[in-house]
């Protein structure tokens, strides 16, 4: 596992057994703590997020978007493991369709429409532009009523964003959309064979990048998550059965 940023070459590459330990460990301070006014806001998004269980604090949002669109399995799959982990309320803004290979362009010279869409568990709209239309359009505040969520995650998309393809990539052009921002984001993408691999797989997925969603939330929660930089996450074919994932 590997987080990009200036001083990457002066840390050792952990070994895959620790990659959620390491990814706590290197992280370096990010956010402030939060304001009186974006406590109000957060207090009133809970209104239209699922109620929470207790009294306790409100949970986190994080903010999902899919360049496979709004019915593909692996958003679908990513959600469904977010809300049964409980850690966080989640929020989705997907391409009405798959969006494949779009980059980081946008919507111009359009209207771009959102649609309230029933999504179990979560708040979600559908937009007629891309992925990175979807970001933009979220954190500018006219969708939902928290002023900025926590974190943002682009997946999961199936087909592999590393080397040259991440300069092409809708799902990486969404999470680097979200950093320009300056909300902390994740990327995650399923390597998908033809033939070979199954819509189940991106359950086996959200499963296995769950507890690293979860200890980057925690990161972001200590004000120690790292700085200008967003976590590219690439999950091998038939993920139950290969479990080492490359992160960058």
């Not at 940023?5 to 301070?29: F, T």
């Not at 300056?182 to 990327?187: E, K, L, R, T, Y």
Request: charged share 15%.
């Amino acid at each position: 596992m590997a987080a990009s940023s200036g001083d990457d070459s002066r840390r050792p590459n952990p070994l895959p057994s620790a990659l959620v330990s390491n990814l706590q460990s290197v992280l370096a301070a990010r956010r402030p703590p939060p304001t009186e006014d974006a406590s109000v806001t957060a207090a009133a998004a809970e209104t239209s997020a699922p109620a929470a269980a207790d009294d306790g604090p409100a949970k986190p949002v994080v903010l999902l978007t899919c360049a496979g669109g709004i019915q593909s399995p692996g958003l679908a799959a990513l959600v469904d493991a977010l809300v049964k982990g409980g850690r966080c309320d989640v929020h989705v803004v997907a391409p009405e369709s798959d969006k494949p290979v779009c980059g980081h362009s946008i919507t111009i010279r359009e209207t771009v429409s959102a649609t309230s869409v029933d999504f179990t568990g979560a708040k979600a709209f559908e937009i007629s532009g891309t992925p990175v239309d979807c970001i933009s359009l979220s954190l500018s505040g006219m969708l939902f009523a928290w002023q900025t969520p926590a974190l943002v995650i682009s997946g999961i998309n199936a087909g592999p964003n590393c080397g040259y393809q991440m300069f092409h990539s809708s799902a990486i052009s969404a999470a680097r959309e979200a950093l320009m921002y300056g909300v902390p984001s994740i990327a995650i993408s399923l390597n998908w064979k033809k033939d070979e691999t199954k819509d189940s797989h991106f359950k086996d997925a959200a499963g296995l990048c769950l507890p690293l969603i979860h200890a980057a939330l925690a990161d972001i929660e200590k004000g120690t998550f790292l700085s200008g930089c967003l976590l590219n996450i690439g999950v091998p074919s038939s993920p139950s059965a290969n479990k080492v994932i490359i992160m960058s």
